[in-house]
Each structure stands twice: as structure tokens, then as C-alpha cells.
């Protein structure tokens, strides 16, 4: 069974930085894209950022670009966010999810089949 687990979010003032984690088991890690998506309440989950497979092709939505980056340790079957320069607007649940499919790079929410449960992120202004 696939599991994902995110680390807790949090709360920090506009301009501070937050590190989440997520961590991924059932499936043979170094495999699979693992992206971050989030979601405002009352709309559609966003995609944030995506990593390969072997960690070499990231990508990022340009509303974070610049200031988020992911990670992974595959190792330890686990990927990072971290997320620096935060904005108000940056507050959403922020869910971790991997393809059904390995060696697949995808960005496209309606392409990620497994979740976690998410974690809240607030920034205040």
C-alpha cells in the first residue's frame, strides 16, 4: 500500500522560510516523480513543484519560482520543500503525491494518483 506522510506545516510571517517533508513508502522510491501541490479552500488543487525520479529535472509553477525549492533523499524516501520569501498567498494545504506510473514526469494534477493527507502552511502578513 502506498503511503504518504507530510511533515506538520506551520505559521510564519510574510518573508520567513519553512522546510516540509514528506515521506513515501510502498512503492520503490527512486522510481517516481514525487510533486507538491497545494489548495485554497473553495478552489482546485494547484500544482507547486515536481522532482524526477533520481532528483536531475525539477520543475516549478512560476508563482514559486525563485523562492521554493524541492529536493529529495532517496536514501531516506523522502522529499523536501523548501520554501523561503513566503507570501501571504502562499497560505494553502499543501499535499505531497506521487504517478501511478514510474519513470513518468508529470506536473499535471489529474496525472498524480497517491497523496498525502496534508499539511496547512499559514502566512501572515
Known amino acids: 500500500q502506498v503511503q504518504l506522510v507530510e511533515s506538520a506545516g506551520g505559521s510564519v510571517q510574510a518573508g520567513g522560510s519553512l522546510r516540509l517533508s514528506c515521506a513515501v513508502s510502498?512503492?520503490?522510491?527512486?522510481?517516481?516523480?514525487v510533486g507538491w501541490f497545494r489548495r485554497v479552500p473553495g478552489t482546485e488543487r494547484e500544482f507547486v513543484a515536481a522532482?524526477?525520479?533520481?532528483?536531475?529535472?525539477?520543475y516549478y509553477s512560476d508563482s514559486v519560482k525563485g523562492r521554493f525549492t524541492i529536493s529529495r533523499d532517496n536514501a531516506k524516501n523522502t522529499v523536501y520543500l523548501q520554501m523561503n520569501s513566503l507570501k501571504p498567498e502562499d497560505t494553502a494545504v499543501y499535499y505531497c503525491?506521487?504517478?501511478?506510473?514510474?519513470?513518468?514526469?508529470?506536473?499535471?494534477?489529474?496525472?498524480?494518483?497517491?497523496w498525502g493527507q496534508g499539511t496547512q502552511v499559514t502566512v501572515s502578513s
Open positions: 503525491g506521487t504517478p501511478r506510473r514510474e519513470y513518468t514526469f508529470v506536473v499535471r494534477t489529474v496525472d498524480y494518483d497517491y
Open positions: 522532482i524526477s525520479w533520481g532528483g536531475s529535472r525539477t
Open positions: 510502498g512503492l520503490t522510491f527512486n522510481t517516481y516523480t
